[in-house]
């Protein structure tokens, strides 16, 4: 089954590029005439999970897997690690600081919204040894 | 080479690949060394026009004719014609479309305000209703409309389903005056004097079908030096040339507002709402709200020229030389209401302000533009990519090498066509 894999890197701290590795990735999937509400849900969860970490995260790698059946986004970085990940994606549960409040971010959004609008999300983490958040989504079989 | 918006010129173009690199949509190639334009992709945002270095690219839109005498001609006058002549007010620049020869010369300042009740009405109902997607999206620059449609189709729902203004008044104009002057309908003709071609008649979008109530459009830069003229002899103010139209208010300042970005929210009484003008800008904010951020706003004023419609592409005086006439209008007239709330109430439970067509239900046409992609296709485009290791020169004729691999895949053109890969 051929597929097709595409990793950008993400930097910590960047907000001048955050978010451009799921704009790319968008961009792609529109190429393909890929059914646009997926489009939307891809487009989400890539931003909400680059955005993460460029927030908390250290520097990471944002990747993105093709192939017939499912695409797949696989966002790891080197930071910090979840503790108690059962508790971080409750709504509403953030760690923000007050300067990313101060930006729009933290309202403890970010994880449980990326699980509602993936086919399924697997999150790894240790603490203080970084975080992978893979997410499937499925596309409609023609 | 012509699109529906502009016309390249073969003899005068050198092939020097400015033109591939300014446009946003990456609709221009080089083809044996001149410019040529992928058509169906073309938005008309003019940025080509702007840059060419040779004067090879210019509009489309038809040359000033003369008026027909025996018909009732009728300048639609936007607002952004005041704001090319400083030294001047806006009733002397209708004044000076008379002089011309119009019959009439109409301000849309009138309906400008018309349509920011409509918007603000709308906005109360979906707040209620939640039928239409948040952020909603200005209606008002076609450019806009265009991108978005050929780039974002999925996002046409949030653009307004209102009528343009000089739609609003297209129609009812041409039917007051056909009865005032006991004429057919056919023989009012209606010229729009406009600083944007996108702005002329394009059935293909539909996006924009109310304005083909219009019959001509004029560029405020072809019209501009003879309405000078014109003005500069208007010695003495006589009343019985004093051009107000009975069905339009005096223009004041509310309409050259609306020229400058964030102009047309101004005016409107939403606190919700944001202005982003430029064609890098508004990209990066439409991109935004297809990642679903920007939900809690209400409103986006979206201007394609950067500074709004005082940087059109068809405009005679520099943007921001007109941006300070404009603000002196405002020091002058003041931005105060005029239109009653209760008519356009009236005239908005009717109906009158949608258009015939909503945005949304042109996306299924938009979607088939291009041919998909294929995974062995990108795997394709990916590949090539690293081969090249290019520096986006444009030597091939396409703006950047991504673009480049794209026309590869898509049989547009030839791996020889890079002089990376000539070379082996």
């Keep these: 089954m051929p597929s097709f894999k595409k990793c950008f890197n993400i930097r910590s701290r960047d907000f001048i590029h955050a978010g451009e590795a799921s704009i790319a990735v968008q961009q792609l999937l529109k190429q393909m005439h890929v059914d646009s509400n997926l489009i939307r849900r891809i487009a989400i969860c890539g931003y909400e999970g680059e955005m993460n970490v460029v927030m908390h995260g250290g520097d990471g790698l944002f990747c993105v897997e093709i192939d017939k059946n499912k695409i797949v986004l696989n966002i790891s970085d080197d930071g910090q690690g979840i503790k108690d990940i059962a508790k971080v994606m409750e709504k509403g549960f953030s760690t923000a600081t007050d300067e990313y409040r101060e930006m729009g971010f933290g309202a403890g959004m970010g994880l449980p919204n990326m699980e509602k609008n993936a086919d399924n999300m697997i999150i790894e983490s240790e603490n203080e040894n970084g975080t992978t958040v893979q997410m499937t989504f499925f596309t409609k079989s023609a | ?424």
């Design chain 2, 1 to 424: 080479m012509t699109s529906e918006y502009i016309v390249f010129e073969e003899k005068y173009c050198t092939g020097c690949t400015q033109c591939i690199r300014a446009c946003p949509i990456k609709a221009i190639r080089i083809k044996n060394n001149k410019a040529v334009c992928i058509t169906s992709l073309c938005i008309g945002c003019g940025e080509c026009i702007r840059v060419c270095p040779e004067g090879a690219i210019s509009s489309a839109i038809s040359d000033e004719e003369p008026l027909e005498k025996e018909k009732i001609n009728v300048a639609i006058v936007s607002p952004i014609l005041y704001a090319q002549f400083p030294g001047f007010m806006p009733n002397d620049v209708l004044l000076g479309l008379k002089q011309m020869g119009f019959d009439h010369a109409i301000d849309l300042s009138y309906y400008l305000e018309m349509f920011q009740y409509a918007v603000e009405e709308f906005i109360a109902r979906n707040r209620k209703t939640n039928m239409a997607p948040w952020p909603l999206i200005s209606p008002i620059c076609p450019v806009v409309n265009q991108l978005i449609a050929i780039k974002y189709p999925n996002l046409l729902d949030h653009i307004l389903p209102l009528k343009h203004p000089a739609g609003l008044v297209g129609n009812e104009i041409r039917k007051k005056l056909s009865q005032e002057h006991g004429v057919k309908e056919e023989d009012v003709i209606l010229y729009h004097i406009t600083p944007c071609f996108s702005k002329v008649v394009s059935d293909r979008s539909g996006l924009m079908a109310e304005l083909s109530y219009m019959d001509k459009a004029i560029g405020i830069n072809k019209i501009y030096p003879g309405l000078l003229q014109k003005m500069e002899e208007i010695k003495d103010f006589e009343l019985n040339l004093f051009p107000y139209e009975h069905f339009s208010f005096a223009p004041g300042a509310r309409g050259p507002m609306w020229g400058m970005s964030g102009g047309e929210i101004a005016g409107m009484k939403l606190e919700k709402v944001i202005a982003v003008s430029g064609f890098k800008e508004i990209i990066a904010y439409i991109e935004k709200i297809e990642m679903g951020l920007l939900k809690d706003m209400e409103y986006i004023e979206f201007r394609a020229c950067s500074e709004g419609c005082l940087g059109g592409p068809l405009t005679a005086v520099d943007r921001y030389l007109a941006k300070s006439t404009v603000q002196k209008f405002l020091k002058i007239f003041g931005i105060g209401r005029r239109v009653q709330r209760k008519k356009v109430h009236m005239l908005y439970e009717k109906g009158w302000f949608f258009s015939e067509l909503k945005p949304s239900e042109l996306a299924d046409s938009y979607y088939l533009k291009q041919t998909p992609l294929t995974i062995e296709d990108i795997k394709k485009i990916e590949n090539l990519i690293s081969v090249i290791q290019g520096n986006d020169c444009g030597a091939c004729g396409a703006p950047d090498c991504k673009t480049f691999a794209e026309d590869v895949a898509r049989g547009y053109a030839d791996v020889e066509d890079c002089f990376k890969m000539r070379q082996g």
